[in-house]
Protein backbone atom coordinates (compact mmCIF):
# COMPACT_ATOMS: atom_id res chain seq x y z
CA UNK A 1 0.00 0.00 0.00
CA UNK A 2 1.39 3.46 -0.99
CA UNK A 3 -1.16 5.53 1.49
CA UNK A 4 0.99 7.39 3.32
CA UNK A 5 4.43 7.76 0.92
CA UNK A 6 3.94 9.85 -1.36
CA UNK A 7 4.02 8.72 -5.12
CA UNK A 8 7.11 9.48 -7.28
CA UNK A 9 6.20 9.82 -11.09
CA UNK A 10 8.88 6.48 -12.05
CA UNK A 11 6.53 4.46 -10.20
CA UNK A 12 3.53 5.97 -11.72
CA UNK A 13 5.40 4.89 -15.34
CA UNK A 14 6.29 1.47 -14.15
CA UNK A 15 2.55 0.56 -12.95
CA UNK A 16 1.55 1.71 -16.47
CA UNK A 17 4.03 0.15 -18.23
CA UNK A 18 2.55 -3.48 -17.12
CA UNK A 19 -0.98 -2.61 -18.36
CA UNK A 20 -1.44 -4.18 -21.63
CA UNK A 21 -2.58 -2.85 -24.79
CA UNK A 22 -6.23 -4.47 -25.08
CA UNK A 23 -5.58 -5.55 -28.27
CA UNK A 24 -2.21 -6.22 -28.66
CA UNK A 25 -1.26 -7.76 -24.87
CA UNK A 26 1.71 -8.46 -25.80
CA UNK A 27 2.96 -4.70 -25.80
CA UNK A 28 2.42 -2.08 -22.85
CA UNK A 29 -0.17 1.33 -23.58
CA UNK A 30 3.58 2.66 -22.35
CA UNK A 31 5.18 0.81 -25.26
CA UNK A 32 2.44 1.95 -27.72
CA UNK A 33 3.27 5.53 -26.82
CA UNK A 34 -0.46 6.07 -25.72
CA UNK A 35 0.35 7.54 -22.43
CA UNK A 36 1.95 11.10 -22.62
CA UNK A 37 2.08 12.52 -19.36
CA UNK A 38 2.14 11.81 -15.52
CA UNK A 39 1.88 14.60 -13.29
CA UNK A 40 1.31 13.65 -9.35
CA UNK A 41 0.13 16.22 -7.14
CA UNK A 42 -1.33 16.12 -3.35
CA UNK A 43 -4.58 15.92 -5.15
CA UNK A 44 -3.70 12.74 -6.65
CA UNK A 45 -2.59 11.09 -10.58
CA UNK A 46 -2.98 12.93 -13.43
CA UNK A 47 -2.39 10.78 -16.48
CA UNK A 48 -2.65 12.60 -20.03
CA UNK A 49 -3.43 9.78 -23.22
CA UNK A 50 -3.99 10.30 -26.61
CA UNK A 51 -5.76 8.06 -28.71
CA UNK A 52 -3.71 6.00 -31.33
CA UNK A 53 -6.69 6.58 -33.88
CA UNK A 54 -9.94 8.64 -33.93
CA UNK A 55 -12.20 5.97 -33.77
CA UNK A 56 -10.38 3.31 -31.99
CA UNK A 57 -12.72 1.49 -29.61
CA UNK A 58 -9.87 0.05 -27.77
CA UNK A 59 -9.48 3.94 -26.34
CA UNK A 60 -12.03 3.24 -23.81
CA UNK A 61 -10.98 0.07 -22.69
CA UNK A 62 -7.40 0.97 -22.22
CA UNK A 63 -8.52 4.60 -19.53
CA UNK A 64 -10.73 1.96 -17.77
CA UNK A 65 -7.70 -0.57 -17.71
CA UNK A 66 -5.46 2.58 -15.87
CA UNK A 67 -7.68 3.50 -13.47
CA UNK A 68 -8.53 -0.41 -12.59
CA UNK A 69 -4.43 -1.04 -12.74
CA UNK A 70 -3.89 2.49 -10.29
CA UNK A 71 -6.64 1.59 -8.08
CA UNK A 72 -5.44 -1.46 -7.01
CA UNK A 73 -2.13 -0.22 -6.27
CA UNK A 74 -4.06 1.90 -3.98
CA UNK A 75 -3.73 5.22 -5.49
CA UNK A 76 -6.60 7.09 -4.43
CA UNK A 77 -7.59 10.33 -6.98
CA UNK A 78 -6.98 9.31 -10.45
CA UNK A 79 -7.89 11.82 -13.21
CA UNK A 80 -7.06 10.65 -17.06
CA UNK A 81 -6.74 13.44 -19.87
CA UNK A 82 -6.86 12.81 -23.63
CA UNK A 83 -5.23 14.90 -25.72
CA UNK A 84 -5.07 14.68 -29.30
CA UNK A 85 -1.92 16.78 -30.13
CA UNK A 86 0.50 16.56 -30.73
CA UNK A 87 -1.21 13.44 -32.87
CA UNK A 88 0.19 10.07 -32.17
CA UNK A 89 2.72 8.79 -34.07
CA UNK A 90 4.12 5.01 -34.71
CA UNK A 91 7.43 6.80 -33.41
CA UNK A 92 6.05 6.84 -30.10
CA UNK A 93 6.30 2.73 -29.98
CA UNK A 94 9.16 2.08 -27.59
CA UNK A 95 12.07 -0.14 -28.62
CA UNK A 96 11.45 -2.95 -26.30
CA UNK A 97 7.30 -2.95 -27.66
CA UNK A 98 8.74 -3.12 -31.25
CA UNK A 99 10.81 -6.36 -30.72
CA UNK A 100 8.08 -7.64 -28.96
CA UNK A 101 5.38 -6.86 -31.43
CA UNK A 102 7.74 -8.66 -33.69
CA UNK A 103 8.02 -12.04 -31.45
CA UNK A 104 4.01 -12.36 -31.23
CA UNK A 105 4.32 -12.10 -35.42
CA UNK A 106 3.17 -8.45 -36.30
CA UNK A 107 5.89 -6.79 -38.31
CA UNK A 108 6.87 -3.48 -36.37
CA UNK A 109 6.23 -0.39 -38.49
CA UNK A 110 8.61 0.87 -40.75
CA UNK A 111 8.79 4.71 -42.45
CA UNK A 112 9.85 2.83 -46.08
CA UNK A 113 5.44 2.45 -45.38
CA UNK A 114 5.66 -1.53 -44.98
CA UNK A 115 7.03 -4.79 -43.33
CA UNK A 116 10.76 -4.79 -43.34
CA UNK A 117 10.41 -8.74 -43.21
CA UNK A 118 8.31 -11.48 -42.56
CA UNK A 119 8.27 -11.97 -38.68
CA UNK A 120 7.90 -15.79 -38.91
CA UNK A 121 10.61 -16.12 -41.31
CA UNK A 122 12.32 -12.96 -41.60
CA UNK A 123 12.03 -13.45 -45.45
CA UNK A 124 11.76 -10.08 -46.87
CA UNK A 125 9.71 -11.17 -50.02
CA UNK A 126 6.47 -9.76 -48.95
CA UNK A 127 3.64 -8.52 -50.39
CA UNK A 128 0.63 -6.61 -49.21
CA UNK A 129 -2.73 -7.90 -48.87
CA UNK A 130 -4.71 -5.07 -47.76
CA UNK A 131 -3.89 -1.73 -45.89
CA UNK A 132 -6.75 -2.25 -43.33
CA UNK A 133 -6.34 -5.40 -40.93
CA UNK A 134 -8.29 -6.66 -37.85
CA UNK A 135 -7.89 -3.29 -36.15
CA UNK A 136 -7.44 0.11 -37.17
CA UNK A 137 -3.53 0.29 -36.05
CA UNK A 138 -3.01 -2.99 -38.73
CA UNK A 139 -2.80 -3.78 -42.31
CA UNK A 140 -2.74 -7.03 -44.02
CA UNK A 141 0.63 -9.01 -45.35
CA UNK A 142 2.23 -11.73 -47.14
CA UNK A 143 5.38 -13.54 -46.80
CA UNK A 144 5.59 -14.89 -50.44
CA UNK A 145 8.38 -17.37 -48.79
CA UNK A 146 7.06 -19.13 -45.98
CA UNK A 147 3.59 -18.17 -47.42
CA UNK A 148 2.54 -17.21 -43.79
CA UNK A 149 -0.18 -14.39 -43.75
CA UNK A 150 0.99 -11.51 -41.07
CA UNK A 151 -0.11 -8.33 -39.33
CA UNK A 152 2.01 -5.25 -40.23
CA UNK A 153 1.92 -2.51 -37.82
CA UNK A 154 0.64 0.60 -40.00
CA UNK A 155 3.20 3.59 -39.75
CA UNK A 156 1.87 6.98 -39.42
CA UNK B 1 -24.75 38.79 -40.46
CA UNK B 2 -24.25 36.07 -38.08
CA UNK B 3 -20.75 36.41 -35.43
CA UNK B 4 -18.20 34.46 -35.53
CA UNK B 5 -19.39 32.43 -32.48
CA UNK B 6 -22.55 31.14 -34.57
CA UNK B 7 -20.34 30.67 -37.54
CA UNK B 8 -17.77 28.64 -36.18
CA UNK B 9 -20.79 26.61 -34.79
CA UNK B 10 -22.11 26.14 -38.66
CA UNK B 11 -18.35 25.36 -39.76
CA UNK B 12 -17.65 22.80 -37.10
CA UNK B 13 -21.30 21.28 -38.25
CA UNK B 14 -20.55 20.73 -41.51
CA UNK B 15 -17.16 19.48 -40.47
CA UNK B 16 -18.27 17.02 -38.37
CA UNK B 17 -21.13 16.13 -40.53
CA UNK B 18 -19.32 15.22 -43.46
CA UNK B 19 -17.49 12.96 -41.03
CA UNK B 20 -20.85 11.33 -39.46
CA UNK B 21 -22.85 10.52 -42.58
CA UNK B 22 -20.30 9.44 -44.85
CA UNK B 23 -18.78 7.29 -41.87
CA UNK B 24 -22.47 5.62 -41.48
CA UNK B 25 -23.24 5.20 -45.06
CA UNK B 26 -19.63 3.09 -44.72
CA UNK B 27 -20.42 0.96 -41.93
CA UNK B 28 -23.53 -0.11 -43.57
CA UNK B 29 -20.99 -2.28 -46.11
CA UNK B 30 -20.15 -4.36 -43.08
CA UNK B 31 -20.53 -7.92 -43.20
CA UNK B 32 -22.05 -7.01 -46.91
CA UNK B 33 -18.36 -5.97 -49.45
CA UNK B 34 -17.56 -8.36 -51.71
CA UNK B 35 -14.14 -9.72 -50.15
CA UNK B 36 -13.48 -9.84 -46.44
CA UNK B 37 -10.46 -7.95 -46.87
CA UNK B 38 -12.69 -4.88 -48.07
CA UNK B 39 -14.81 -5.59 -45.49
CA UNK B 40 -12.80 -4.99 -43.05
CA UNK B 41 -11.32 -2.00 -45.06
CA UNK B 42 -14.30 -0.48 -45.06
CA UNK B 43 -15.04 -1.14 -41.10
CA UNK B 44 -11.98 0.49 -40.44
CA UNK B 45 -12.24 3.74 -42.19
CA UNK B 46 -15.83 3.88 -40.94
CA UNK B 47 -14.62 3.81 -37.78
CA UNK B 48 -12.18 6.73 -38.49
CA UNK B 49 -14.91 9.01 -40.36
CA UNK B 50 -17.44 8.49 -36.78
CA UNK B 51 -13.94 8.95 -34.43
CA UNK B 52 -13.68 12.64 -36.31
CA UNK B 53 -17.00 13.22 -36.17
CA UNK B 54 -16.94 12.78 -32.43
CA UNK B 55 -14.07 15.11 -32.25
CA UNK B 56 -16.20 18.23 -34.39
CA UNK B 57 -18.83 17.69 -33.19
CA UNK B 58 -17.65 17.07 -29.26
CA UNK B 59 -16.45 21.23 -30.29
CA UNK B 60 -19.11 21.80 -32.17
CA UNK B 61 -21.42 21.53 -28.76
CA UNK B 62 -19.05 23.23 -26.69
CA UNK B 63 -19.25 26.16 -29.10
CA UNK B 64 -23.37 26.42 -29.17
CA UNK B 65 -22.99 26.23 -25.73
CA UNK B 66 -26.48 24.57 -25.19
CA UNK B 67 -25.73 21.69 -23.32
CA UNK B 68 -25.31 19.41 -26.40
CA UNK B 69 -22.89 16.64 -26.53
CA UNK B 70 -21.40 15.15 -29.71
CA UNK B 71 -23.99 12.19 -29.24
CA UNK B 72 -26.98 14.37 -28.97
CA UNK B 73 -25.75 16.17 -32.27
CA UNK B 74 -25.37 13.14 -33.76
CA UNK B 75 -28.33 11.75 -32.87
CA UNK B 76 -31.12 14.05 -31.85
CA UNK B 77 -31.09 16.31 -34.66
CA UNK B 78 -33.56 15.92 -37.73
CA UNK B 79 -32.41 15.93 -41.57
CA UNK B 80 -33.11 19.94 -41.96
CA UNK B 81 -30.16 19.86 -39.13
CA UNK B 82 -27.45 18.50 -41.03
CA UNK B 83 -24.95 20.28 -42.63
CA UNK B 84 -22.96 17.49 -45.03
CA UNK B 85 -22.34 17.67 -48.45
CA UNK B 86 -25.09 16.15 -50.70
CA UNK B 87 -22.69 13.33 -52.07
CA UNK B 88 -21.85 11.74 -49.16
CA UNK B 89 -26.41 10.74 -48.20
CA UNK B 90 -26.49 9.13 -51.26
CA UNK B 91 -27.32 5.35 -50.75
CA UNK B 92 -23.65 3.35 -51.44
CA UNK B 93 -25.29 1.22 -54.29
CA UNK B 94 -22.58 -0.76 -55.82
CA UNK B 95 -18.92 -1.26 -54.19
CA UNK B 96 -17.14 0.91 -56.92
CA UNK B 97 -19.52 3.53 -56.81
CA UNK B 98 -18.59 3.40 -52.90
CA UNK B 99 -15.40 3.38 -54.00
CA UNK B 100 -15.69 6.29 -56.23
CA UNK B 101 -17.69 8.60 -53.73
CA UNK B 102 -14.75 8.09 -51.10
CA UNK B 103 -12.19 8.94 -53.57
CA UNK B 104 -13.96 12.39 -54.91
CA UNK B 105 -14.39 13.19 -50.73
CA UNK B 106 -10.87 12.04 -49.63
CA UNK B 107 -9.39 14.03 -52.59
CA UNK B 108 -10.81 16.97 -51.07
CA UNK B 109 -10.09 16.54 -47.40
CA UNK B 110 -6.74 15.62 -47.72
CA UNK B 111 -5.57 19.26 -48.80
CA UNK B 112 -8.95 20.89 -46.65
CA UNK B 113 -7.52 19.23 -43.64
CA UNK B 114 -3.93 19.82 -44.26
CA UNK B 115 -4.95 23.78 -44.85
CA UNK B 116 -7.08 23.61 -41.58
CA UNK B 117 -4.07 22.54 -39.68
CA UNK B 118 -2.80 25.92 -40.02
CA UNK B 119 -6.04 27.41 -38.52
CA UNK B 120 -6.11 30.14 -36.08
CA UNK B 121 -8.42 28.25 -34.00
CA UNK B 122 -6.03 25.75 -32.06
CA UNK B 123 -8.90 22.93 -31.15
CA UNK B 124 -9.77 23.02 -35.20
CA UNK B 125 -6.01 22.74 -36.19
CA UNK B 126 -5.35 20.23 -33.64
CA UNK B 127 -8.28 17.93 -34.69
CA UNK B 128 -7.47 18.52 -38.35
CA UNK B 129 -3.57 17.20 -37.96
CA UNK B 130 -5.24 14.20 -36.39
CA UNK B 131 -7.67 13.44 -39.26
CA UNK B 132 -5.45 14.54 -41.84
CA UNK B 133 -3.45 11.70 -41.21
CA UNK B 134 -6.13 9.32 -41.53
CA UNK B 135 -7.16 11.17 -44.56
CA UNK B 136 -4.29 10.28 -46.26
CA UNK B 137 -4.29 6.61 -45.75
CA UNK B 138 -7.62 6.55 -46.86
CA UNK B 139 -6.66 8.39 -49.65
CA UNK B 140 -4.01 6.26 -50.80
CA UNK B 141 -6.11 3.39 -51.08
CA UNK B 142 -9.29 5.09 -52.94
CA UNK B 143 -7.31 6.41 -55.20
CA UNK B 144 -5.58 3.02 -55.69
CA UNK B 145 -8.77 1.43 -55.65
CA UNK B 146 -10.20 4.24 -58.31
CA UNK B 147 -7.09 3.15 -60.76
CA UNK B 148 -7.67 -0.65 -60.69
CA UNK B 149 -11.03 -1.02 -60.80
CA UNK B 150 -11.40 1.65 -63.70
CA UNK B 151 -7.97 0.13 -65.24
CA UNK B 152 -9.71 -3.31 -65.07
CA UNK B 153 -12.00 -5.46 -66.71
CA UNK B 154 -14.79 -3.80 -69.17
CA UNK B 155 -17.36 -4.25 -66.11
CA UNK B 156 -15.24 -2.72 -63.71
CA UNK B 157 -14.14 -0.23 -65.79
CA UNK B 158 -18.00 0.55 -67.35
CA UNK B 159 -19.61 0.71 -63.68
CA UNK B 160 -16.73 3.20 -62.38
CA UNK B 161 -17.94 5.10 -65.40
CA UNK B 162 -21.20 5.35 -64.34
CA UNK B 163 -20.49 6.06 -61.12
CA UNK B 164 -18.22 8.94 -61.58
CA UNK B 165 -20.91 10.35 -64.33
CA UNK B 166 -23.48 9.86 -61.46
CA UNK B 167 -21.50 11.65 -58.73
CA UNK B 168 -19.75 14.56 -60.75
CA UNK B 169 -22.71 16.59 -60.46
CA UNK B 170 -22.68 16.50 -56.53
CA UNK B 171 -18.99 16.73 -56.03
CA UNK B 172 -18.94 21.02 -56.64
CA UNK B 173 -20.55 21.42 -53.81
CA UNK B 174 -17.35 20.96 -51.20
CA UNK B 175 -16.53 24.43 -53.34
CA UNK B 176 -19.05 26.60 -52.99
CA UNK B 177 -18.11 29.43 -50.94
CA UNK B 178 -20.93 31.31 -48.92
CA UNK B 179 -21.12 33.84 -45.82
CA UNK B 180 -20.18 31.01 -43.46
CA UNK B 181 -16.76 30.45 -45.63
CA UNK B 182 -16.34 34.23 -45.48
CA UNK B 183 -16.39 34.56 -41.83
CA UNK B 184 -13.91 31.73 -41.07
CA UNK B 185 -11.47 33.28 -43.65
CA UNK B 186 -12.13 36.55 -42.06
CA UNK B 187 -10.88 34.74 -39.13
CA UNK B 188 -8.30 32.86 -40.78
CA UNK B 189 -10.14 29.88 -39.02
CA UNK B 190 -10.31 28.26 -42.49
CA UNK B 191 -9.33 28.79 -46.39
CA UNK B 192 -12.28 28.89 -48.71
CA UNK B 193 -13.21 26.30 -50.07
CA UNK B 194 -12.87 27.63 -53.16
CA UNK B 195 -9.20 28.05 -53.04
CA UNK B 196 -9.25 24.70 -52.91
CA UNK B 197 -10.70 23.68 -56.30
CA UNK B 198 -8.16 23.58 -58.53
CA UNK B 199 -5.50 21.47 -56.20
CA UNK B 200 -8.75 19.10 -56.23
CA UNK B 201 -9.28 19.28 -59.77
CA UNK B 202 -5.61 18.18 -60.71
CA UNK B 203 -4.93 15.62 -58.23
CA UNK B 204 -8.82 13.61 -59.75
CA UNK B 205 -8.11 14.25 -63.20
CA UNK B 206 -4.96 12.74 -63.15
CA UNK B 207 -6.13 9.61 -61.34
CA UNK B 208 -9.11 9.51 -63.98
CA UNK B 209 -6.69 9.86 -66.62
CA UNK B 210 -4.31 6.43 -65.00
CA UNK B 211 -8.29 4.95 -64.55
CA UNK B 212 -9.60 5.40 -68.38
CA UNK B 213 -12.49 7.33 -66.71
CA UNK B 214 -13.85 10.60 -68.21
CA UNK B 215 -15.81 12.83 -66.16
CA UNK B 216 -18.56 14.52 -67.25
CA UNK B 217 -17.77 18.12 -69.26
CA UNK B 218 -19.73 20.23 -66.74
CA UNK B 219 -19.35 22.23 -63.87
CA UNK B 220 -22.86 21.84 -62.21
CA UNK B 221 -23.20 21.17 -59.31
CA UNK B 222 -26.32 20.44 -56.70
CA UNK B 223 -26.38 21.91 -53.38
CA UNK B 224 -28.09 22.56 -50.51
CA UNK B 225 -26.88 20.25 -48.05
CA UNK B 226 -23.89 22.06 -46.33
CA UNK B 227 -25.98 24.99 -45.85
CA UNK B 228 -28.78 23.12 -44.67
CA UNK B 229 -31.05 24.37 -47.14
CA UNK B 230 -31.99 21.50 -48.78
CA UNK B 231 -31.03 17.67 -49.03
CA UNK B 232 -32.15 14.76 -50.62
CA UNK B 233 -34.29 12.12 -49.90
CA UNK B 234 -32.19 9.42 -48.62
CA UNK B 235 -30.49 11.29 -45.47
CA UNK B 236 -34.05 11.03 -43.80
CA UNK B 237 -34.06 7.41 -43.85
CA UNK B 238 -30.40 6.93 -43.43
CA UNK B 239 -31.09 9.02 -40.11
CA UNK B 240 -33.89 7.04 -39.03
CA UNK B 241 -31.67 3.87 -39.21
CA UNK B 242 -28.75 5.27 -37.36
CA UNK B 243 -30.56 7.05 -34.81
CA UNK B 244 -33.37 4.90 -33.92
CA UNK B 245 -31.97 3.22 -30.95
CA UNK B 246 -31.63 7.13 -29.06
CA UNK B 247 -35.36 8.00 -30.76
CA UNK B 248 -36.69 4.87 -29.10
CA UNK B 249 -34.71 4.59 -25.99
CA UNK B 250 -33.78 8.28 -24.87
CA UNK B 251 -30.64 8.20 -22.78
CA UNK B 252 -29.97 4.53 -23.42
CA UNK B 253 -26.14 3.69 -23.05
CA UNK B 254 -23.94 0.27 -22.91
ZN1 LIG C 1 7.89 -15.85 -43.90
Redesign the pocket.
Known amino acids: MVTSVALSKDQIWDWLDSVPDPEIPVISIVDLGVVRDVAVSEGGVLITITPTYTGCPAMSVIAFDIETALAQKGVKKITLETQIAPAWTTDWLSEKGRARLEDYGIAPPQAAGGPER ?1 P ?4 SNVERISQFGSTPCKAQWR ?1 K ?2 M ?1 PFDYFKCI | MRDTTSALFEFLLRQGDNALVLGHRTSEWCGMAPVIEEDIALANIALDLIGQAKLWLEYAGEQEEAGRSANDLAFLRDAYDFRNLLMLELPNEDFGRTIMRHFLFDAFQVPWLEALSESSDQRVSDIAQKASKEATYHLERSEYAVIGLGDGTEESNRRMQNALTDLWPFAGEAFRDDNIDRAMHDAAISPLPSMLQPVWKIKVQSTFQLAYLTPPDSEFAHSGGRIGFRHTEHLGHMLATMQFLQRAYPGATW
Open positions: CQCKSCSCE
